[in-house]
T-cell receptor, first 114, second 112 residues
């Protein structure tokens, strides 16, 4: 299995809703990432997990809450989002959180906040 | 913060032609990576070139790296309509080795 699977593919949520994005990989990768991508912009790093521990939070607002239940799963819990949070959310993994590895990305979740 | 800047921002060519995209970066690097993204979906890792390498090939892709000029190029030979995508270079942020930072990207359109 050489894939990163993200669910759901599309999500529409209201500003008072609570929802979660899920990401799964079975490649034995020990680093997992969340990126946010707005239209016609490059992906921007949100969080880095290394060996199931949060190692980087890029000053992301607390309405985004990451969770890594085990080495194969990464969640992003969403609460009280704003319309400007609408974007493509990408999950990625790599063998290690180190400089010598390429990332494997999921297909993303297209989030719309209404 | 962005480390890489791609050039051109957009490129339109005919099938069969070669496409060249350039990436410039600001600080020293351990490696530079190229990714492809189709229609706003997930990114696909194409090539990783280390700082001590000058050229690398993968199928129809050729990547060069010039650390003295802090630049890299991605050449796609004999392009196909299926190569239509956005291409990003990425480097690790010099302030934190775990942070892979993407350039603005080049949107390539290959016309049949």
């Amino acid at each position: 299995d050489t894939e990163v699977t993200q669910t759901p593919k599309h999500l529409v949520m209201g500003m008072t809703n609570k929802k979660s994005l899920k990401c799964e990989q079975h490649m034995g990768h020990r680093a997992m990432y969340w990126y946010k991508q707005k239209a016609k912009k490059p992906p921007e790093l949100m969080f880095v997990y290394s060996y199931e521990k949060l190692s980087i939070n890029e000053s992301v607002p607390s309405r985004f809450s990451p969770e890594c239940p085990n080495s194969s799963l990464l969640n992003l819990h969403l609460h009280a989002l704003q319309p400007e949070d609408s974007a493509l959310y990408l999950c990625a993994s790599s063998q290690e959180a180190a400089v010598n590895y390429g990332y494997t990305f999921g297909s993303g979740t297209r989030l719309t906040v209404v | 913060s962005q480390q890489g800047e791609e050039d051109p921002q957009a490129l339109s060519i005919q099938e069969g032609e070669n496409a060249t995209m350039n990436c410039s970066y600001k600080t020293s690097i351990n490696n530079l990576q190229w990714y492809r993204q189709n229609s706003g979906r997930g990114l696909v890792h194409l090539i990783l070139i280390r700082s001590n390498e000058r050229e690398k090939h993968s199928g129809r892709l050729r990547v060069t790296l010039d650390t003295s000029k802090k630049s890299s190029s991605l050449l796609i030979t004999a392009s196909r309509a299926a190569d239509t995508a956005s291409y990003f270079c990425a480097t690790f942020d010099p302030s934190g080795s775990e942070k892979l930072v993407f350039g603005k990207g080049t949107k390539l359109t290959v016309n049949p």
